[in-house]
């Protein structure tokens, strides 16, 4: 079916993102040649980073940070995996749905309790030290690692999990009966075949921890991180390199572009995994080591939330600046809203205009991903769309906003440029939920329509998207919820007036106001939480599409 | 006539799928493209259907040209392997999809529906929702919303290779049976001879993209134009050879050191020829029997295997070193099962074999 409808939309979607996300690039990229606006090409920039040492460590620090959280959630998630595909644990779909949460709530808001807790004055700390154990803080590296670890440990589970429970089980039981051990064949066999998954996993983790802000801004303290780095430069009105900022940001592109190709290239084609036949064998336990695993299972992924319990229950206590009281009250919310319920409003507005686009742009784009394999137009598409992926929310705030405060369209200072950059950030969440929805949709049926006398476009209305909504409405609420915790590029791109909630508790915890801080990160928890439970059912499914 | 595909060749990069076929196909003729997996049956009936622009060649219905009419205005009827029921709509609301797209006139639709429902025999499932069907059921309803419409021509793709084989087999001659109430013109595209020989007017039996031959089912079976068709509808024992004499009305030709007599060629002594014999074409005699008093070509030879089937035995039969036949027999009392080592005495009418000299 070649569609001149189809062809258009893919044209229309790409010019889209070269007008909004390939030029913005650009103009970084040639920031990043440059030592000041306009100046001649030179590569300064790329050689004061090499030779001073705090913007050389800011790499290194990025890089070790990620690779150190990659083997640590793999050391999580694999066994935890493994557990839950191969044992008889209770209640398994209450741990996955629960192990998905800490993907979806803001990063910044685990940070921020795990410092009230265990930083320098933390409630922890205290308590450690005066039992003797001498416990310094949180900040720094162990931090960093620590609360990467408990948000992005999921990536690695729910790709092993996906990963063990689609393998045949006759695959383990030919290696048995040719007279392997079960540890041997697990070694032998079940390992090598899920590693792939593994890898994809640790390397999710690996791009999200190196291009995460909040994190590292209130954890990582004076330490140089790329993403911080990069904002610092970016913001200062007088850096003492105007350039550089530029610079790290293609630096920061180049590091996460390096690994998805990876993934793309070496792992994807290296998926052993075949469509399910036989189910792998659910290992029947004793009731104690049954009830050990369980507890095993629920104490990770309740650890992993902790930090979302504390937020909700310290918001209704007294607070004076960073001392909290051990008092029931309403204090909290009520400063918070009486001042100003202006940034809810714009979280939300905001939230869901973009979510609207980009169900606009990418259930469409999902469309000719699958529906329009190997064509040109198609292939394009999917190249453009994977671009959003490598591009960190701080190096998207920067690329918007030199690209669009002069010239033909200023929106520099506009809320739109904030729905303009949750929209390119999620619209390729979309177009891959999307597109894995499409897949398991039969064509046939979308030709049985056409030949019963109905057009291609009617078609698609009538028979693909009422197929498709179920699945497209758990996409759209995992965008929703995603971008209403947004912080890396909101923190740059937001004009005033256009503050969002996630804005309001950086600045509380920034100026040690935690009573307004934890107020609105409940407001943002339960914001997440809420709309979520009403897609559980499909949490599953669209996780895995997501990675 | 019907329908014309003239010279259609569909390339998918460089693989031929289809290859300068061309076929003329009656009105209300049940007419089946046979073939293996991959032969391009498939392919040519998208190309009827409008699913996919041949590069080269032209699809009329009736005298008009339809190779630029987009799918949706080709007034055809599909009925696809995987059913395609709309999963969304109650069985009602798919067999009167067509019908509303059609614009058929309001007070038309219900009884028109009801009718589709009922010839198919779902009456009281109108309601029903495809998740609550079984799979003979729901491509019942795929028959019913794909008839309902009245299409010009019916194409069916595979529609019964999901089915248990008796179901298979049921459904069959239900889809027959309709198709000769109706006549609807229907192309009917299988891998199963079995079900092609059954239920066809015609069949075209095809093979890397290209049609090896057409016929009735009885010629394709009984005359098949080549080897490829000889073996691919039923079983048969091909041999290459080359004359050594000729009389009257046969001739004789040796086959790695056997002589097989064959209807008389013109051709010289020693000139190469291959030719097929079925196995129902033998018959293994009993003791009292000889075979000059049945008009019998004699043979001999020792039983290498035995398949009991039932209605038929099936022997393999070795005559010499690499020479074995496949000779099956049919109503035998079973004391007169042979046995694997036996010897036994056998033969067959000249008549019966099949010549090919390409």
Redesign the interface.
């Given at each position: 079916m070649q569609s001149p409808f189809w062809r258009l939309t893919a044209l229309l979607i790409i010019i889209v993102f070269v007008f909004f996300l390939i030029i913005p690039i650009a103009k970084i990229m040639k920031g990043s040649f440059q030592t000041e606006e306009a100046g001649p090409f030179t590569l300064k920039n790329y050689k004061d980073f090499a030779s001073y040492r705090s913007y050389w460590r800011s790499f290194f620090n990025s890089v070790f940070i990620g690779l150190a959280s990659a083997i640590t959630t793999i050391l999580v998630g694999v066994p935890l995996a493994f557990i839950v595909s191969r044992w008889n644990v209770m209640g398994k779909a209450l741990i996955i749905t629960l192990s998905t949460l800490p993907l979806m709530l803001p990063s910044f808001i685990s940070a921020f309790v795990w410092i009230i807790l265990l930083g320098r004055q933390g409630m922890i700390t205290h308590f450690l030290r005066s039992i003797g154990i001498p416990f310094e803080s949180i900040y720094g590296y162990f931090g960093l690692i620590f609360v990467f670890t408990c948000q992005l440990y999921p990536y690695v589970f729910l790709m092993t999990i996906s990963a063990f429970s689609t393998m045949d089980e006759s695959i383990e039981e030919a290696a048995k009966v040719l007279g392997s051990s079960p540890l041997r064949t697990f070694i032998t066999v079940s390992f090598p075949l899920v590693l792939p998954s593994i890898l994809s996993g640790a390397l999710l983790v690996f791009m999200s921890s190196v291009e995460n802000f909040g994190v590292p801004m209130i954890i990582g303290e004076q330490m140089p991180i790329l993403a911080v780095s990069a904002y610092v430069q970016f913001t200062s009105e007088i850096g003492q390199h105007p350039g550089m900022a530029h610079t790290m940001g293609i630096i920061l592109i180049l590091i996460t572009m390096t690994s998805l190709v990876v993934q793309r290239r070496y792992l994807a084609k290296r998926n052993f995994i075949q469509s399910a036949r036989g189910r792998p064998l659910v290992k029947e336990l004793s009731t104690l080591k049954k009830l050990v695993a369980s507890s095993y299972c629920y104490f990770i992924v309740l650890f992993a939330l902790i930090p979302f319990f504390v937020a909700m229950v310290i918001s209704f206590m007294e607070m004076r600046g960073p001392v909290i009281h051990p008092n029931f009250s309403l204090e909290n919310y009520i400063y918070a809203f009486t001042r100003s319920a202006r940034p809810i409003f714009n979280s939300y507005f905001l939230a869901t205009i973009a979510t609207l686009v980009s169900l606009l742009i990418g259930v469409p784009a999902g469309y000719i991903l699958t529906r329009h394999q190997r064509t040109a137009y198609s292939g394009t598409l999917d190249i453009v769309i994977m671009l959003p992926f490598v591009v960190a929310g701080t190096v998207l705030g920067i690329a918007l906003t030199i690209a669009f405060n002069k010239g033909i369209l200023i929106l520099t200072g506009t809320w739109m440029i904030l729905a303009l950059s949750y929209t390119i950030r999620k619209m390729p969440f979309v177009a891959r939920s999307s597109a894995s929805i499409l897949y398991q949709l039969n064509p046939e049926l979308e030709e049985a329509s056409i030949s019963l006398g109905v057009s291609p476009m009617k078609t698609f209305f009538k028979v693909t998207i009422r197929l498709m909504v179920g699945g497209i409405l758990a996409g759209a609420i995992l965008a929703w919820v995603t971008i209403i915790s947004e912080l890396s590029s909101t923190i740059i791109l937001y004009p005033p007036g256009w503050s969002t909630m996630i804005i309001e508790m950086f600045q509380g915890v920034i100026s040690d106001d935690m009573g307004t801080a934890s107020a609105f990160a409940s407001i943002l928890i339960l914001s997440t939480v809420i709309p979520l439970l009403f897609i559980t059912r499909y949490l599953r499914g669209e996780q895995t599409s997501i990675l | 006539m019907s329908l014309r595909v003239v010279g259609v060749t569909k390339r998918f990069g460089d693989l031929v799928a289809v290859n300068k076929v061309s076929l003329q196909i009656e009105r209300g003729e049940f007419f089946t493209l046979l073939g293996p997996s991959g032969c391009g049956k498939t392919t040519l009936l998208r190309s009827i259907?409008g699913?996919n622009?041949p590069e080269e060649g032209e699809i009329y219905f009736y005298e008009k040209k339809m190779n630029k009419v987009?799918?949706?205005?080709?007034?055809?009827?599909?009925v696809?392997?995987?059913?395609?029921?709309?999963?969304?709509l109650s069985v009602y609301d798919n067999v009167i999809?067509?019908l509303k797209?059609?614009k058929t006139a309001a007070q038309e639709i219900g009884p028109r529906a009801l009718k589709a429902i009922e010839m198919v025999r779902l009456k009281g499932l109108e309601k029903r929702l495809p998740s609550q069907l079984s799979g003979g059921q729901l491509q019942r309803v795929?028959i019913a919303?794909?008839l309902v419409?009245e299409p010009e021509v019916l194409?069916m793709d595979e529609p019964l290779s999901n089915l248990d084989a008796k179901l298979r087999v049921e459904t069959r001659s239900e889809i027959r049976a309709l198709q000769q109430n109706l006549k609807t013109t229907t192309i009917y595209v299988t891998h199963d001879q079995e079900e092609a020989l059954a239920i066809s007017d015609r069949i075209a039996v095809m093979d890397f993209g290209k049609i090896q031959q057409v016929g009735r089912p009885w010629e394709i079976y009984t005359n098949p134009a080549n080897r490829f068709v000889a073996e691919f509808i039923g079983t048969t024992n091909f041999f290459e050879g080359e004359t050594v004499s000729k009389n009257e009305d046969s001739t004789l030709v040796s086959v790695k050191g056997v002589e097989l007599a064959i209807p008389r060629q013109e051709e010289s002594k020693g000139s190469q020829i291959s030719f097929a014999i079925r196995p129902e074409a033998f018959r293994v005699l009993e003791d009292t029997e000889t075979s000059l008093t049945k008009g019998l070509f004699p043979l001999k030879g020792r039983i290498s295997s035995v398949e009991y089937l039932g209605t038929l035995t099936k022997y393999e039969i070795e005559l010499a070193e690499g020479v074995i036949l496949k000779v099956n027999s049919y109503d035998i009392e079973p004391d007169k099962l042979k046995q694997t080592g036996e010897t036994v005495e056998f033969g067959y009418d000249p008549k019966r074999v099949l010549i090919y000299k390409d």
């Open positions: - | 259907a699913f622009q987009p799918p949706h205005k080709r007034d055809v009827g599909m696809f392997q995987n059913y395609a029921v709309f999963p969304h999809y067509g797209a059609k795929a919303r794909a419409v194409l």
